[in-house]
T-cell receptor, first 112, second 110 residues
Framework: DVKVTQSSRYLVKRTGEKVFLECVQD?????MFWYRQDPGLGLRLIYF???????EKGDIPEGYSVSREKKERFSLILESASTNQTSMYLC???????????FGPGTRLLVL | GQNIDQPTEMTATEGAIVQINCTYQ??????LFWYQQHAGEAPTFLSY????GLEEKGRFSSFLSRSKGYSYLLLKELQMKDSASYLC???????????FGKGTRLSVIA
């Protein structure tokens, strides 16, 4: 079974704080993704990575950065959290090729 | 640009059949995926179509017409536990991220 884990299910932070969201997958997948999901807007891609130390911007990268130092771990960083970054954050991974993406359980982040 | 459309909400009765439609306009096509997402949980993979036609998997079937940019998810013998959001997603080229529709929230009533 594919397993994608995220460091926290729920997180509360203050405006201006630096926030780290961690994602780990145990299936040796090349590709990893970060999405945010908001009511009425669906899943929107923030960043993705095809390989270690590689990153690509998605549709809404502003205010975020990522790090992929090891193949199994993909971190999302909010450099200075703002209230409009309150959201559900979902990490996903996939092997190369046509296979589907597998999602982690999500982190619900509240920025006060 | 990429655009994926699906109805926002649907309601159906326990034991019935429901069809959730999805239309897409993307720059390329390398597969269409359906996911189920219960409230507060992560999306889970349901089905994958890359060729035209119907793929059946138990109570769930998914259909694809590439020439029409159209897919549907068919759920038979509806159960209360099928109440969830159903997400349509398209991959426009091999290895690229999926592009998701906004999801269809299905309510199954007794």
């Amino acid at each position: 079974d594919v397993k994608v884990t995220q460091s926290s299910r729920y997180l509360v932070k203050r405006t201006g704080e630096k926030v780290f969201l961690e994602c780990v997958q145990d299936m040796d997948h090349e590709n990893m993704f970060w999405y945010r999901q908001d009511p009425g807007l669906g899943l929107r891609l923030i960043y993705f990575s095809y390989d270690v130390k590689m990153k690509e911007k998605g549709d809404i990268p502003e205010g975020y950065s990522v790090s992929r130092e090891k193949k199994e771990r993909f971190s999302l960083i909010l450099e200075s959290a703002s209230t409009n970054q309150t959201s559900m954050y979902l990490c996903a991974s996939s092997p190369g090729g046509p296979e589907t993406q597998y999602f982690g359980p999500g982190t619900r982040l509240l920025v006060l | 640009g990429q655009n994926i459309d699906q109805p926002t909400e649907m309601t159906a009765t326990e034991g019935a059949i429901v069809q959730i439609n999805c239309t897409y306009q993307t720059s390329g096509f390398n597969g269409l995926f359906w996911y189920q997402q219960h409230a507060g949980e992560a999306p889970t993979f349901l089905s994958y179509n890359v060729l035209d036609g119907l793929e059946e998997k138990g109570r769930f079937s998914s259909f694809l017409s590439r020439s029409k940019g159209y897919s549907y998810l068919l759920l038979k013998e509806l159960q209360m536990k099928d109440s969830a959001s159903y997400l349509c997603a398209v991959r426009d080229a091999q290895g690229t991220p999926l592009v998701f529709g906004k999801g269809t929230r299905l309510s199954v009533i007794a």
